[in-house]
């Protein structure tokens, strides 16, 4: 069985050896990639003062994968808005490798939740889509190669609508990867899937990354996908949204999702959500 | 578009509108028939002057003329209110300034515009090709902004996100994301700039379906010959029509599906 193959379902392959994920400095050591500070953002409905965000810290540091998890509507969309540049933050700068981020930035790249590909575009033209300045023969090569890397080929000529859902998204994630950004947002990129895709796109993700060794902020309202991707686990508050506990999540990759270590993580993220075990 | 292979499909696109065509053909046969009318012509009455029409070598010409006026009124509607609906879509402050005149202008009918377009223009060619574009150029600037309002904020921001330029963004992404949108517009203004043309043509030109009709009944009332282009101007607007559709769903299939 192939790597590739095998990491498709990184759950259920836990008899395979474990060198996928290659030894990585240890997380405390590695350095300040994103600083944000004092983040509040005050939207104006009306007459009234909407606080979506309220005094947010956040540090990411260079490699990390890390997940932001919270209630929906809680604000965690705007947070992601306002780190990519998309959004200014009514108090407060984020800073990326020192510098102010003052607006969205091709080495950044944003995977939407869905409709983020063109429909009127190919697979193959919708990764290429940010390479128009690379020459023809470079842009064909980065385009195979992605292509390849998400496992999308003999599909470079379909349109989206011709393809699944989870594999939009893979395309969306190779478009974002064909540019070498240095850091990845992802914006709830599995919630439209169905539970099996998102299993398996999630698998994908943690082989990409892994052999892309991107900084990632991943941002999801679904806990169990917080405890299978992060190295560090934020979770935040019902609006208006603050930053509740940063929780070091230190189980080994792959990680068993039946293991007594992976359920007591989960239940600690449950726990801090405020939410019951029991339903 | 599926093609129609079941049974069921198949009755629906073609049978049972063929059959509503003939018992309307029918019912005008027995109405003219059980009258006795000397006026009204009979189907068949009808069938041969379209005959007669060919055979004279006038109602192909008269077809490519009038098509020929709609297509450079809409052509130049086109050119106009396209960009200019785009950039209303686009430009807040446009939309405010403009859109109150063409709101305005809009409800106008280019029938009102006749005496107007002779002023300016004289008679022949120019005052009708004037009235079809002023026909088919509100319905474009409308659809053409409100297509700008269709197109997603994820892509826009996608755009951003890649550093596209101003222009890039409009070509590679606004452009053909509001073309869905647009193609319905100009699918709808094609059929007025149609409607348009007939009328127009009886203003003063000598040739055109339009022509056709206002001819026949003055010299000599030939209402078979009225009512056969009238059935020729039905016959071409339909024609339009569908090919519009076809170019539409062209790309909407491509576009819309993809959500």
């Not at chain 1, 007591?264 to 939410?275: N, S």
């Not at chain 2, 086109?78 to 063409?102: C, D, E, Q, R, T």
Request: aromatic share 6%; hydrophobic share 50%; charged share 20%.
């Amino acid at each position: 069985m192939s790597r590739a193959s095998y990491a498709l379902f990184p759950a259920l392959s836990l008899v395979k050896p474990s060198d996928v994920i290659a030894e990585a400095p240890p997380a405390a050591e590695r350095r300040a990639k994103l600083l944000a500070r004092g983040i509040r953002k005050v939207f104006r409905r009306g007459r009234n003062d909407v606080h979506v965000l309220e005094e947010v810290d956040l540090d990411i540091r260079e490699g990390e994968f890390m997940v932001v998890v919270g209630p929906s509507g809680c604000g965690k969309t705007t947070l992601l808005n306002i780190i990519a540049g998309f959004e200014k933050p009514t108090t407060g700068e984020v800073r990326i490798d020192s510098g102010l981020v003052d607006g969205p930035d091709k080495r950044r790249i944003v995977v939407f939740q869905e409709h983020g590909v063109f429909p009127w575009l190919t697979v193959e033209a919708n990764i290429g889509f940010g390479l128009a300045d690379l020459s023809p023969d470079e842009r064909k090569s980065r385009i195979a190669h992605y292509v390849k890397l998400v496992g999308l080929e003999g599909f470079e000529h379909a349109y989206p609508h011709e393809v699944s859902g989870g594999m939009k998204q893979r395309v969306e994630m190779a478009r974002a990867l064909a540019v070498r950004p240095d850091m990845l947002f992802l914006d709830e990129p599995f919630g439209a899937l169905d539970f099996i895709t998102r299993h398996v796109m999630r698998g994908e993700l943690l082989r990409i990354w892994n052999a892309e060794k991107k900084t990632v902020l991943f941002i999801t309202h679904d806990i169990e996908e917080s405890v299978q991707l992060a190295d560090r686990i934020v979770v935040m508050t019902s609006r208006p949204a603050t930053i509740r506990c940063v929780i070091e999540n230190d189980l080994p990759r792959p990680r068993d999702l039946s293991s007594r270590r992976y359920l007591e993580m989960r239940d600690k993220v449950l726990r801090e959500l405020g939410l019951a075990k029991e339903v | 578009m599926k093609p129609a292979t079941s049974h069921r499909d198949r009755v629906t696109t073609f049978a049972a509108p063929a059959a509503v065509g003939a018992l309307l053909v029918a019912l005008w046969h027995v109405s003219v028939a059980y009258s006795g009318t000397r006026v009204f012509p009979s189907p068949a009455a009808v069938g041969a002057a379209v005959a007669e029409l060919l055979r004279k070598g006038l109602l192909i010409p008269y077809t490519f003329d009038s098509l020929g006026r709609v297509m450079a009124g809409y052509g130049a509607a086109i050119a106009a209110g396209v960009p200019l609906g785009l950039i209303m879509g686009w430009h807040v402050g446009a939309a405010s300034a403009l859109n109150p005149v063409i709101q305005l202008l809009r409800p106008i009918s280019p029938l009102a515009w006749m005496p107007v377009a002779v002023v300016l223009l004289g008679v022949g060619n120019a005052p009708a090709i004037l009235l079809i574009g002023l026909g088919a150029f509100f319905p474009i600037v409308v659809a053409a902004m409100n297509a700008v309002a269709s197109v997603r904020e994820v892509h826009l921001r996608v755009a951003r996100n890649f550093g596209l330029p101003p222009v890039k963004v409009l070509l590679h992404v606004m452009m053909p994301a509001s073309l869905p949108q647009l193609l319905v517009g100009l699918r709808l203004a094609l059929g007025i700039a149609w409607l348009v043309v007939v009328a127009a043509e009886m203003l003063a030109i000598d040739s055109g379906l339009g022509y056709l009709v206002v001819d026949s009944r003055n010299a000599g009332k030939r209402y078979d010959l009225v009512v056969a282009a009238m059935v020729s101007i039905g016959l071409i607007g339909f024609t339009l029509d569908i090919a519009m559709r076809f170019l539409a769903r062209a790309t909407a299939g491509r576009w819309s599906k993809a959500v």
